[in-house]
Structures are given as structure tokens and as C-alpha cells.
């Protein structure tokens, strides 16, 4: 069991893992108060020192998840990623697990992946002002590893929702169990390391390397939705998906 401080627990993936990583002693934090969730703005700095203090592990979630204004994503998703990192290497937290995203690589192309699958650290490729943010994250998650040796893991996290509901999640889909079990991985890793967040699904073009490399072993397949989902539209090979063809900045 470790002291995990989570940001972002009122969040969908939030709730998802506060129901399955509660073995751990988890310290529950969001923007906004909630029942058994503490207040806690990422992009104050005092404050984000304060939490982190005993705490052996930050799961980051916090921060504005999908496309907005340019200044927005920078202050609450880049921003508020550098309170965090600064405030664990202040308080001595030696590992920060930040929720990166498939749109940090949005615009690579299913031909550009190879017979492994599109490798977990093929260098950013943001797709959005959202997937530019992201990529910042990851790198400032290098910078804090390199610099003063935190354990950095960045999880460029799929389609992560109940159950698929489209074509392109029958390949990047993350289950909420496998979510847990990539996370638990995570937070024995060592090093800077960029993971797929994506379960073991059959049409995934995702190389399953990054995640091998940690411990993370994904048992779901999005393939049991298949039937009940649209056809996949041929032209649609990009990573961001639909994300790649919004205009920049729109909500």
C-alpha cells in the first residue's frame, strides 16, 4: 500500500481509479470540493506543496481534458503540471505518474507504426492546442527526471471510457480495469518513460512495448464491442481521431 495523492479525482478517469485503487491510502483532489475530495487548484503553487507532503507517489490528472484556448491548456494543463513536479521534488515524493495523452502524437499515421506497432516514445506530434500541452507535460516530466532525478512516468492514455463506443476505440481503447492495472505499473517504474495508455485490443497499432517494459499487462479487448459499433471510417488513420480535424482552440 502506498500514500497516493490523486489530482483530478472528480475527473472520468478520476473516478475510475478511486474505485480500484483503493488498497492504496489515497489523498482525492480536484478543482472543486467534493464529498470525501479535497479542494486543490494545480496552479497554486503553496498549495500543491502542501499536498504532496507524505505522500510516496502523485497520480496527475488534473487539468482541462480536450481542446480550448491556448492560454487555458497553458495555464491549468502546463502550468499546473510544473507546480506539481516542483512541489514532489520539494517534499522529497520520488515518483509523479502524469496523464499524458494519444493527442500529444496525434498526427501520426497508422502507416507510419511498422510491424511492432507505433513505438510509446516516437517524439511529439501534437495535434491541438490540448495535444501541445501534453507534450509539454511529457516534457517537463524529462526535465524533473534528468535534472533532480524523479521517476517520471507519462501515460499517453487512449479512449478511456466504459465501454467503446466507435470504431476508432475498437483500437485505442483503455478499459477503466486496465487503466488501474497501467497506472499500478507505473508506480513501480523508474526512469522518464512514455507508455500507450490502451488495452490489449486486437486492432490496436500501438506498439505494446513501452508498457511490457514496466510491468503492464493489459487483459481487455475492445473486440467484444465490435458488433455494436459504426463502421470505421478508411480515412480516419490518424491517432488524434477527430480531434486532428477540430479547429484550434474551439471548446
Given at each position: ?10 475527473g ?14 489515497l ?12 479542494a486543490l487548484?494545480?496552479?497554486d503553487?503553496?498549495?500543491?506543496t ?11 490528472l ?5 481542446e480550448?484556448?491556448?492560454e ?8 499546473g503540471t510544473?507546480?506539481?513536479?516542483a512541489?514532489?521534488?520539494a517534499?522529497?515524493?520520488?515518483r509523479v505518474?502524469?496523464?499524458s ?6 498526427l ?10 507505433l513505438?510509446d516514445?516516437v517524439?511529439a506530434r ?12 511529457e ?13 517520471v ?6 479512449s478511456?471510457?466504459p ?7 475498437l483500437?485505442?481503447w ?9 497506472v499500478?505499473?507505473?508506480l513501480?517504474?523508474?526512469g ?5 495508455g490502451v488495452?490489449a ?8 512495448a513501452g508498457?511490457?517494459?514496466?510491468g503492464?499487462?493489459?487483459?481487455d479487448?475492445?473486440?467484444?464491442w ?5 463502421a470505421?471510417d478508411p480515412?480516419?488513420?490518424l491517432v ?12
Open positions: 500500500m502506498a500514500v497516493i495523492l490523486l489530482t483530478g479525482a472528480a472520468t478517469i478520476g473516478r475510475m481509479l478511486r474505485a480500484r485503487l483503493g488498497h492504496h491510502e489523498r482525492l483532489t480536484d478543482v472543486h470540493a467534493a464529498n470525501g475530495i479535497e487548484d494545480v496552479t503553487a503553496d498549495a500543491v502542501a499536498a504532496c507532503r507524505g505522500v510516496d507517489a502523485v497520480v496527475h488534473g487539468g482541462i481534458a480536450g480550448g484556448p491556448f487555458d491548456v497553458l495555464a491549468v494543463n502546463v502550468r510544473e507546480r506539481v513536479l512541489a514532489a521534488a517534499t522529497g515524493v520520488p505518474v502524469l496523464a495523452s494519444n493527442h500529444a502524437a496525434g501520426y499515421d497508422q502507416s507510419e507504426a511498422g510491424p511492432g506497432g513505438p516514445d517524439p501534437p495535434d491541438s492546442y490540448y495535444g501541445w500541452s501534453k507534450a509539454a507535460m516534457s517537463l516530466g524529462r526535465l524533473y527526471h534528468d535534472r533532480l532525478g524523479l521517476h512516468v507519462c501515460l499517453r492514455i487512449g478511456c471510457t465501454h467503446p463506443s466507435d470504431a476508432r476505440d483500437a485505442v483503455l478499459s477503466p480495469d486496465d487503466a488501474a492495472r497501467l499500478e505499473a507505473a513501480t517504474a523508474t522518464w518513460r512514455l507508455v500507450w488495452s485490443n486486437t486492432r490496436r497499432w500501438w506498439s505494446p508498457g511490457d517494459a514496466i503492464y499487462h493489459p487483459s479487448d475492445a473486440e467484444t465490435a458488433s455494436s459499433v459504426p470505421a480515412t480516419d488513420s488524434g481521431g477527430p480531434m486532428t480535424r477540430k479547429p484550434l482552440g474551439s471548446r
